[in-house]
């Protein structure tokens, strides 16, 4: 059974920084492309950064490009994100997701943490 279980969330203030992390069991860890997927409250899922199963290559949405780096440690399972100079509008529940293949749907998700940003 593939599991997914994100920490590291929390209530922080504007410009602050924080680590997410996704530990990952039940799965050929390093076959899988991982991301990160973001839900602002009253909005739609939006996809945040991803990174390719070797971690050759990373992807980010315009809205993080610069603040956020995404990484992963394929010898421990895990998928890291470093969040920094945090804004209000980054406020959300985070969820770290898996896919076999670029081109296709992601096949698993997390449960998500929440990451609040106060003014």
């Known amino acids: 059974q593939v599991r997914l279980v994100e920490s590291g969330g929390g209530l922080v203030q504007a410009g602050d920084s924080l680590r997410l992390s996704c530990a990952a069991s039940g799965l050929t860890f390093n076959r899988y492309i991982m991301a990160w997927f973001r839900q602002a409250p009253g909005k739609e899922r939006e996809f945040v950064a991803h990174i390719t199963g070797s971690g050759d290559a990373t992807f980010y949405a315009d809205s993080v490009k610069g603040r956020f780096t995404i990484s992963r440690d394929n010898a421990k399972n895990t998928m890291h994100l470093q969040v920094n100079t945090l804004k209000v509008e980054d406020t959300g529940v985070y969820y770290c997701?898996?896919?076999?293949?670029?081109?296709?749907?992601?096949?698993?998700w997390g449960q998500g943490t929440q990451v609040t940003v106060s003014s």
């Open positions: 997701a898996a896919k076999i293949a670029l081109f296709q749907k992601y096949d698993y």
